[in-house]
């Protein structure tokens, strides 16, 4: 199974200059989009950590999409993820 | 995005001004004469910086910095060559435990440590909690007396969060440490961080139905002087203080002010019976009384207070300046300077008798530090 993980410019510098992040486990390995972060982690940690706080939460202003979906509404860490998924991370609209 | 800033061209001897904003920092360099400043910034473009420090311990010329973004997250950076490279973009060095269930929001305060231990440094954060890293910044902990204290369920975060703003260790005894954060007031450890007490006797919490809890207090900023380091002043969130004995006691010293509320204030680097302050009109209106831009100061303990005001506007000055936003350099006839909220900074070169508008138009200043390169 593998999961692309498309990162926004500014952590580009985090992940060797990658725009995406091709992540593959094994059946069961990347069910959610909670697993393919926690992958993540293991390839890229700083990105991880830009990401998600301590307690292990989503970020207030970082977005996150499974195909166009914002997983938001659609389980967030939980959401589910099918082989080839796209997972978009995107700052979110706010500062002054 | 701005260019990448070169960093600073210095000199020892040379005087320093570290500026934190809410959308990046900026740092200005000047000659001795301090009549003449070059700036060199933004760095960190689009964070905010609460946080900024030169440690010159161990002859260091290491300067830190805590961008925090809005986005993702807050990083603490160091340069060793005053602003020209910064390192630690890829750790994030400052967390919490994961069994803490805390998460950091904010790095209020960079403290390096005693002289007499250079590679110890202090960290003050929101949710309040000291730091610690025994191995000159590389890496940090928190202090678990203080992270698991049994009145942390009781803090309760003021209007800019739960921060811990101030840390000063006592230079003559590695066991004792000040720490004060707001909203909780001042504690005190005599055991190197293993217990802390609180030390408020005397200090009101205005916001409280109890003005004189045990603690709770909404505490904007301590100082006090190396070389007589047990007595401290306090800017309190309505109160002006001093204690002799490390804040076992509090004595009100609000003595010719035109109002007692303030988050600024520090101490002169020579004159330990010298402090600086700008005071507030209230908590409800959190600008210079009248409209007029001054800083107070005191050379006898707080005994007195006196208006300092030549160089600075005394009319439509609406302005605030924040709790760390005020410093003094170490030279000898000392320079003090600060930061607003409207984006000046101000300096003086003779220890606040006139000042100068260094620059205008930069973002909200929150945190503005000082230096005399060695």
């Known amino acids: 199974m593998s999961v692309t993980v498309v990162l926004p410019s500014q952590l580009r510098e985090l992940a060797g200059g990658r725009s995406a992040v091709l992540l593959e486990g094994g059946v069961g390995g990347m069910g959610t989009v909670g697993d393919a972060l926690a992958a993540l982690r293991v390839a890229h940690p700083a990105v991880y950590d830009r990401l998600l706080t301590e307690r292990r939460e989503l970020r207030p202003h970082v977005n996150v999409f499974v195909g166009r979906e914002d997983i938001r509404w659609s389980g967030g860490l939980g959401t589910p993820l099918a082989d080839g998924s796209e997972v978009v991370i995107l700052p979110s609209v706010s500062g002054g | ?374």
């Open chain 2, 1 to 374: 995005m701005p260019d990448t800033p070169a960093g600073l061209e210095a000199r020892s001897g040379d005087a320093v001004i570290m500026v934190g904003t809410t959308k990046g920092a900026f740092l200005f360099r000047s000659g001795a004469a301090r009549d003449e400043w070059e700036m060199d910034g933004p760095h960190f473009p689009g964070e905010e910086v609460y946080a900024i420090a030169l440690d010159q311990r161990a002859g260091r010329r290491r300067m830190w910095a805590a961008p925090g973004s809005a986005f993702y997250g807050t990083t603490l950076r160091s340069s060793d060559d005053l602003g020209a490279t910064w390192s630690g973009k890829e750790a994030r060095s400052v967390k919490f435990p994961e069994a803490s269930d805390l998460s950091l929001a904010r790095i209020w305060q960079i403290r390096p440590g005693r002289d007499s231990e250079p590679e110890r440094m202090f960290l003050g954060v929101e949710p309040t909690c000291l730091f610690e890293s025994t191995d000159g910044g590389d890496t940090w902990a928190p202090v678990d007396g203080f992270l698991k204290h049994e009145h942390r369920p009781k803090w309760t975060p003021g209007a800019g969060g739960l921060c811990m703003h101030t840390i000063l260790p006592d230079p003559s005894s590695e066991a004792r440490m000040v720490v004060a954060f707001s909203t909780g007031g001042v504690y005190r450890t005599d055991d190197g961080g293993a217990t802390w007490r609180p030390r408020n006797h005397g200090v009101r919490a205005e916001f409280l139905p109890d003005k004189h809890p045990e603690f709770g207090q909404c505490v904007h900023k301590v100082v006090h002087h190396p070389s007589r380091p047990e007595r401290l002043f306090l800017q309190n969130h309505w109160g002006l203080y001093r204690s002799d004995n490390w804040g076992d006691s509090w004595q009100d010293i609000a003595n010719g002010v035109p109002s007692d509320f303030g988050f600024a204030m520090a101490m002169h680097p020579h004159d330990a019976d010298s402090v600086y302050i700008v005071p507030l009109e209230g908590d409800f209106f959190r600008c210079t009384p009248e409209a007029k831009l001054r800083v107070y100061r005191t050379r006898d303990g707080g005994a007195s207070w006196e208006a300092l005001s030549r160089g600075l506007p005394q009319e439509n000055a609406y302005e605030t300046v924040l709790r760390d936003a005020l410093d003094t350099d170490g030279a000898e006839t000392a320079g003090v300077y600060f930061g607003t909220r409207s984006g000046k900074v101000y300096a003086s070169a003779d220890e606040g008798a006139s000042w100068t508008l260094v620059r205008d138009g930069l973002p909200p200043v929150v945190c503005v530090k000082a230096a005399t390169l060695a």
